[in-house]
C-alpha cells in the first residue's frame, strides 16, 4: 500500500470462501459463475475482532515493511446443521444463521441457508463462545426453469415461500473444535401475520 498519510492505521484481511461454476459446450468454457459462500474478517495483531486489533502509526516518509497478519486456520472450526421446525423437527430449506459474540451480540459472520444445499455451514470459526441466532426463516418451493433458447445459462430458479418461521431465543455455542449436526428450532408463523424479516446488507 504507498501514498498514505501519517496517522495510526489497523489492517483488515477478508478470508472468503465462494462457490464457482462452469458452464461448457464441447468442451469449452462457455460462461463462469461464481457465488458467495462465507466470509470472516481478521484485523492486526492475528484477531477476529475489530476491538481487539493492534493499531500501527505511521509518520511521514516512513515505510513499514513488516506489518504480518496471521491466521491461525488449525484453530478455525467448521460449525454445521440445520433449521428444524419446533414441533416437527423437519428441515427448513432458507433463511440466515448469525454467529454472534456472547459477550456483546456483536455478529461475526453469517450463513445462508437455501434449497440448494441443505442446513448451515460456517466453515471457518475461532474457538470461543458465541450464540446462534435465527432470522428470514421459510420453507421455498425451489424450481428450475428453462430460458429462451440459445440464452445463457440455459436456466434459471424461481423460489416460491410456502410458509414463514420466526426463529427462538439466541442458542449458546462454545466452540473447541469442528462441530455437527447443530439443530436450530423455528416456529411457523400463523396465516395471515407476517414474519419479521431482517434487512439485509
Known amino acids: 500500500m504507498t501514498g498514505l498519510v501519517s496517522g495510526e492505521y489497523i489492517l483488515k484481511v477478508g478470508l472468503n470462501v465462494t462457490e ?4 461448457s459446450v464441447l468442451g469449452q468454457a462457455s460462461s463462469w ?4 459462500r462465507y466470509a470472516l474478517d481478521y484485523y492486526s495483531g492475528d484477531t477476529p475482532r475489530q476491538r481487539d486489533a493492534k493499531p500501527f502509526k505511521l509518520e511521514d516518509g516512513e515505510d513499514l515493511p513488516s506489518q504480518n497478519l496471521t491466521i491461525p486456520i488449525t484453530k478455525l472450526h467448521s460449525v454445521a446443521g440445520d ?3 419446533e414441533k416437527t423437527g423437519r428441515a427448513i430449506n432458507k ?3 448469525s454467529l454472534q459474540y456472547a459477550d456483546d451480540n456483536s455478529e461475526l459472520t453469517k450463513a445462508e441457508v437455501t434449497p440448494d444445499e441443505s442446513g448451515f455451514h460456517f466453515t471457518f ?4 463462545e458465541y450464540v446462534l441466532k435465527v432470522t428470514a426463516a421459510s420453507d421455498v418451493k425451489h424450481e428450475e426453469i428453462a430460458n429462451p433458447p440459445g440464452t445463457m445459462p440455459p436456466t434459471h430458479t424461481k423460489d416460491t415461500t410456502l410458509r414463514t418461521y420466526t426463529g427462538g431465543d439466541p442458542q449458546p455455542l462454545i466452540v473447541h ?3 455437527e449436526g447443530i439443530n436450530l428450532p423455528v416456529t411457523l408463523v400463523p396465516a395471515g401475520v407476517k414474519a419479521a424479516i431482517a434487512p439485509q446488507d
Do not use: K
Open 125 to 128: 470459526v475461532p474457538e470461543g
Open 83 to 85: 433449521l428444524v421446525e
Open 33 to 36: 459463475y461464481s457465488s458467495y
Open 177 to 179: 473444535g469442528d462441530m
Open 95 to 97: 433463511g440466515t444463521v
Open 20 to 23: 464457482g461454476i462452469t458452464n
